[in-house]
């Protein structure tokens, strides 16, 4: 059995969007608040963090961000799983307006990650991916998952995670 902590990534700081390469995929890059850190250093405090043996991380700099002040403020070391990533508004890759993405957002929640002629990600792809890399971590007893919160929304079935919430998943077998 592993028990896997679900946290969102800090507060991000989008302040630097779209002045330098900050423009679709770029978006991805961006560190977190002061206050964004703040709140990880707090997250670090939770009594149900301790003894975890590793920090599995989204490849996107504001979940690293995250990751690496868990890292410092718990000595467990990270790796990075490209899995973990944010949820993927168009999976054709296409660069969208802002406009575009907040309706397919809008749309996500309103059919509840159903698959559907919009090219989205569905639910039921996210569970998908999650679960094939929680499966690798499987061996181990405590393991805390940086990420996303339309994953943890999509995965465990929370609606809306504030920032540096932490959320308890619990896998019995591979």
């Known amino acids: 059995m592993t028990y896997f902590y679900f946290i969102r990534h800090g507060e991000a700081d989008y302040s630097e969007a779209e002045t330098k390469i900050y423009q679709g995929w770029g978006l991805c890059m961006v560190p977190l608040t002061d206050k964004g850190v703040l709140q990880l250093k707090n997250a670090a405090k939770d009594k149900r963090l301790k003894d975890s043996q590793l920090i599995i991380t989204s ?3 504001r979940a690293m961000h995250s990751a690496a002040i868990l ?12 899995d973990l990533h944010e949820w993927v508004v168009d999976m054709d890759y296409k ?5 575009e993405a907040n309706n397919r957002r809008r749309l996500m929640d309103e059919t509840h ?7 989205f990600e569905s639910a039921a792809h996210i569970k998908e991916r999650v679960n094939g890399v929680l499966r690798k971590y499987s061996d181990y ?3 805390i ?5 339309i994953l943890m929304q999509y995965f465990l079935g929370i609606p809306h995670p504030t920032n540096a919430q932490i959320e308890e998943y619990i896998m019995e077998e591979k």
Do not use: A, Q, R, Y
């Not at 890292?71 to 490209?82: A, R």
């Not at 990650?113 to 090219?119: A, R, S, T, V």
């Not at 998952?145 to 919160?149: E, N, Q, S, T």
């Open 59 to 61: 490849p996107f700099g």
């Open 71 to 82: 890292s410092k403020e718990l000595n467990i070391d990270i790796k990075v799983e490209t």
């Open 95 to 99: 660069w969208l307006t802002k406009e």
């Open 113 to 119: 990650g159903k698959e559907n002629d919009i090219p």
């Open 141 to 143: 007893s405590k393991v």
């Open 145 to 149: 998952v940086v990420c996303h919160g």
